[in-house]
């Protein structure tokens, strides 16, 4: 229950109907007066334990009755005047106005959402005033500042009963300067001390449990850019993305979707309960960069899966939720490619040969053929467009610094920089660098998410370093370097026989000795994972970056992995005759990203070795099982680019037989249906760029 009383040791009249009264002289301020807050009601209150462990005998409850603080209430209070105490009076409206309001955040499509798992901090002339937790879908829990101040983890234990918060809109006849912020991740006490910390005044503050964050000075700029002003006079006025606030009807009846492209979200205001359909308590609509980047990410891995369904040629079943405007699928062509991809494989086939023997033409259905292929590049079309169009507006979101409360300020909130030196912060750290990651989910794999991601690796002060530096950094260098296995003094054949004769370990055994052995957290291996996965095309195209990712994949793996530079045509001979069937890719790279591989020309190429045994051996396969699909991924489309252009050197008789073996490549590399149809198109344009210069 939330309401509204006497912060003190005071009591209230209460009358018949449950409604407050009058007041009677409060205890613990100057007679006659008394401060008013919010009292939250929980069944968890024990002010008996010591401040500090080991047995200090001074309690919360000796601390708080110090200052002022109710410690015989058996709630949870939040107060609303701080710096001043407040004359009897008979009415409460006459002290103070409370506002209820509903926060929601901005959507990919900057409309109002309900709030998702996070974090939600208020705060009150520029000091922390509440933080909860959001539990989604527009119901929060209260954090207990009054006992967890000065931690970094403060418990959420104390459910409140509706969809909405209780702010202070008049104190005094001042209306306190309020601001909010959403985060996804609960924020340090430190970070929190730079933002303003709690008052000073408020009776929860406890100066022992400050002490350490004495020294901390308030960065004013940085909080200025990460909280959003919001004036409750302002309720009705101007547009939601200059004021924040829209009365909730308004809002429910403008925003009105019940129809989302995952499926089984609740997140649309269409979900407000009806009680408030007709409310004029307003939304608080807030910044979420890394939830507009989330969500563009996940449209896009949608609109991919969509296309595979299609292309699958198998019926899907319906699902509710699917928002036409979302997705590349037309009402209209709710039907799928029929045959599958492997009919538009055949048709291109055919087309070749036909072209090099018209009497072909004859004995094939032409307009059957030339319908399924047109519908098939429309709708392939549609998807490229319309991914080039989310990936457009991930980087906007990336690259523009000058948004309100910009991807960089709220990515602070993670405190990535510091943790490269701060070991302590790299568990909050952890879960920034895969947020990072996760919003570049794909965007390497077009041209300009590419040049962005290469141009991130080549700025140190990027996010994406910031990211990398959180695990690759000096302190793991070292622990690294203390706990490797001396293997640089054996020879060929040493190497080779230990390797024979070690027992393969499953891969989460793997994962779980190097994060324990690293003091990696999951989180923090799944960033790892996802950081080579994001840089799989730099490092296939043209050696980019191998030297930053070798470290990498040292550390994530456990191994050593040299890269010696040898001429391609050695690197021929050893590879020998090797069918591409049998799935055995070759890792390796020219050291020219201009170079061209035609007949005679000598390119240097670096052949990737794991702990002295080149990629190309049985036991490096086995081995390479536990590196990630998509980093495989990209080195056996740099592997294969090596196969074609050695196919033509050697001549081809005619493009139909190039298709017949651009099918059999396409059945080696693909490795999830979900990513068949960007894989395809990618080879497509290879193919065809390679066919075209022949």
């Known amino acids: 229950m939330v309401d509204a009383l006497p912060l003190s040791r005071g009591k209230a009249l209460v009358d018949d109907d449950g409604v407050v009264g009058k007041r009677i002289r409060s205890k613990g301020l100057v007679a006659g007066c008394y401060r008013v807050g919010l009292g939250i009601t929980f069944s968890d209150i024990n002010l008996d334990r010591p401040l500090r462990p080991g047995g200090e005998t001074r309690t919360f409850r000796d601390a708080l009755a110090e200052r002022g603080y109710p410690v015989d209430a058996d709630r949870y209070w939040v107060p609303l005047t701080m710096t001043e105490a407040v004359a009897e009076t008979e009415a409460l409206d006459d002290v103070d106005a409370i506002q209820g309001v509903f926060p929601v955040v901005f959507d990919a499509d900057d409309k109002p959402r309900w709030i998702r798992k996070g974090w939600l901090y208020i705060f009150i002339d520029d000091h922390l005033w509440r933080e909860c937790h959001s539990v989604g879908n527009g119901t929060f829990q209260e954090v207990d500042l009054l006992r967890d101040q000065g931690q970094d983890e403060r418990s959420h234990r104390y459910g409140l009963p509706w969809w909405g918060l209780t702010l202070p809109k008049n104190i005094n006849g001042r209306s306190p300067a309020i601001k909010m912020a959403y985060s996804e991740v609960q924020w340090s006490w430190e970070y929190i001390c730079r933002l303003g910390g709690m008052h000073s005044n408020d009776p929860r503050c406890i100066p022992e449990l400050n002490e350490a964050f004495d020294g901390i000075a308030v960065d004013a700029d940085l909080r200025e850019a990460r909280l959003q002003t919001i004036k409750l006079e302002d309720i009705g006025k101007g547009d939601l993305h200059d004021t924040y606030l829209m009365p909730a009807g308004k809002a429910s009846r403008a925003f009105n979707e019940r129809r989302y492209p995952d499926l089984q979200d609740k997140s649309s205001l269409y979900y407000l309960p009806s009680l408030f359909r007709d409310s004029n308590s307003p939304i608080v609509a807030l910044h979420d960069p890394i939830g507009q980047g989330r969500r563009l990410a996940e449209l896009a891995l949608v609109e991919i899966a969509d296309f595979a369904q299609w292309q699958s040629g198998e019926k899907e079943e319906s699902a509710e939720g699917k928002s036409a405007e979302h997705s590349t699928k037309s009402s209209e062509d709710d039907d799928v490619l029929e045959g599958g991809m492997h009919s538009v494989i055949i048709g291109r086939y055919v087309e070749q040969v036909i072209k090099a023997d018209p009497e072909m033409e004859k004995h094939v259905r032409v307009e059957a053929m030339k319908t399924l292929l047109a519908k098939y590049n429309e709708r392939e079309q549609a998807l490229e467009q319309r991914l080039l169009e989310l990936a457009d507006q991930r980087l906007a979101l990336l690259t523009d610094a000058a948004r309100p409360c910009s991807l960089r300020t709220v990515f602070e909130d993670f405190e990535m920089v510091a943790a490269a030196s701060a070991e302590n912060k790299r568990p909050r750290a952890e879960l920034g660098a895969l947020a990072y990651v996760n919003i570049l989910e794909g965007l390497s794999q077009l041209d300009d998410g590419k ?55 499953p891969q989460e055994d793997v994962k779980k000795e190097i994060a324990s052995a690293l003091k990696i957290g999951k989180k923090g291996y799944d960033a790892f994972e996802a950081l080579v996965s994001l840089l799989a095309r730099p490092l296939a195209e043209a050696n980019e970056h191998w030297e930053r990712i070798k470290p990498v994949l040292e550390q994530m793996y456990g191994v050593r992995i040299s890269a010696p530079e040898i001429s391609y045509a050695d690197w021929k001979r050893a ?23 035609v007949p005679d020309t000598e390119v240097r190429v670096r052949v990737v070795h794991f702990n002295g045994v080149a990629a190309v051996s049985q036991r490096a396969q086995s081995f390479l099982g536990r590196i ?35 099918e059999t490549v396409l059945k080696t590399v693909i490795a999830k249906q979900a990513i068949e149809a960007v894989v395809a198109k990618r080879m497509g344009q290879e193919v065809a760029g390679v066919a075209a210069k022949k």
């Open 451 to 505: 040049a962005f991601v290469v141009a991130s690796l080549n700025d140190e002060s990027s996010l994406l370093n910031q990211a990398i530096r959180v695990i690759d950094n000096d302190q793991m260098r070292e622990r690294i370097k203390a706990q490797a296995k001396a293997e640089e003094g054996l020879g060929p054949k040493e190497v080779m026989a230990l390797h024979q004769t070690e027992p393969l370990r």
């Open 575 to 597: 590879q020998g005759p090797m069918p591409l069937y049998t799935g055995r890719g070759v890792a390796a790279f020219p050291i020219n990203p201009n170079a061209r591989f």
């Open 628 to 662: 990630p699909p998509e980093v495989m991924l990209g080195i056996q489309v740099a592997s294969l680019g090596f196969a074609w252009q050695d196919v033509f050197s050697k001549g081809i008789r005619s493009e139909a037989e190039f298709y017949a073996f651009a």
